[in-house]
């Protein structure tokens, strides 16, 4: 049980769909079954079939009368993405809740995607950018809150435009720091352009601090055969209540950000405890390489390229600009 002094309530969600990606095990699992716990509609897209169906009945263990659904997709894969956008489509649900949690985190190597994309840039980001374009009907029928999960790795770094892709000079650390930056300022455009546009969608950030997580764990499909040094450190700090969050603890900022009636559209929520590592949630400053409302228009258009998606024109925001050239 999270401690008191950390937790938050989740309003009554009976009657909203909710999907989240990332919720099958983690600091996904977690929101997965708060969400669920609080009646609402829940859909659970996954990669791995097996653990979906463990991490429903996980779910069904803690909320037994909750409703999930578990659909397939893979981030990595931007036809995977496609089809889970016309299966939701094709039931005609509105989405009231998208939590963009799943990612992956610094493999040794560079990998790419089946659509040839670096491995983080496709999965945390393009994927997720491609989904909401995919959804964005359900979406704006809904009213959608839409949250984004970034990193306190986005406090610092940039875009890589010389080398998006990091083709030229792999750096893994580097290349998560970008598939944040990247996908936090899509999350921010997403928001500024639905008030433009009237979508009625309300988008915002959240990120976890540092926690115990699998993203630093072993993981034999990126290259890596053990948990990383620092996920040891960390478990060893989090098992003992110094700094760190604990994986209860880490997704409490999503779950506000996405829950809250107090949680607004544009900002970023995560712990409030020293240097955001660690503590209950609470809003925060955005981070520097997240304010630039010009990186991330031009994030906004270089990433439906990349993706294969369109979002529809922004006409207030188009002539806006065209007057100011």
Do not use: C
């Not at 921010?188 to 352009?193: C, I, S, T, V």
């Not at 969608?201 to 034999?220: D, E, K, M, Y």
């Not at 996920?231 to 829950?259: C, F, K, M, Q």
């Not at 020293?274 to 270089?302: N, S």
């Amino acid at each position: 049980m999270p401690r008191t002094d950390l937790d938050i309530t989740v309003p009554d969600l009976a009657g909203r769909r909710a999907v989240l990606t990332g919720g099958s095990d983690g600091i996904g699992l977690g929101i997965a079954t708060r969400l669920a716990a609080a009646g609402a509609d829940l859909v659970l897209p996954v990669r791995n079939p097996a653990k979906g169906r463990a991490a429903l009945d996980r779910i069904h263990a803690a909320a037994p009368e909750a409703t999930v659904t578990l659909q397939t997709l893979d981030l990595s894969s931007l036809d995977s993405v496609a089809a889970l956008g016309e299966a939701l489509r094709a039931e005609g649900a509105p989405i009231h809740l998208l939590v963009n949690n799943a990612g992956v985190m610094t493999p040794p190597t560079r990998q790419t995607t089946v659509d040839g994309h670096e491995l983080q840039l496709g999965t945390n980001h393009l994927g997720h950018v491609a989904l909401v374009s995919h959804l964005l009907p359900l979406l704006r029928a809904g009213r959608a809150r839409v949250t984004s999960q970034v990193s306190v790795a986005a406090a610092r770094g940039s875009v890589h435009w010389d080398d998006l892709q990091w083709e030229r000079d792999y750096d893994g650390m580097r290349a998560y720091r970008q598939s944040k930056i990247a996908f936090g300022l899509f999350g921010l455009e997403l928001d500024r352009r639905s008030r433009a546009s009237g979508w009625g969608i309300t988008s915002n950030l959240s990120h976890p601090g540092v926690a115990p997580t699998s993203l630093l764990a072993a993981r034999p499909e990126l290259g890596r055969e053990s948990d990383t040094l620092g996920r040891r450190v960390i478990r060893a700090l989090s098992a003992r209540g110094l700094l760190v969050g604990t994986v209860e603890s880490a997704g409490l900022p999503a779950l506000l950000a996405a829950t809250s009636p107090d949680a607004e559209g544009g900002r970023l929520y995560g712990p409030r405890g020293f240097q955001h590592v660690g503590g209950g949630p609470a809003e925060q400053q955005l981070y520097p390489p997240l304010r630039d409302e010009r990186e991330a228009q031009r994030v906004w258009e270089v990433s439906q390229e990349l993706a294969g998606v369109s979002f529809p024109a922004d006409d207030a925001r188009a002539s806006t600009e065209g007057r100011n050239v």
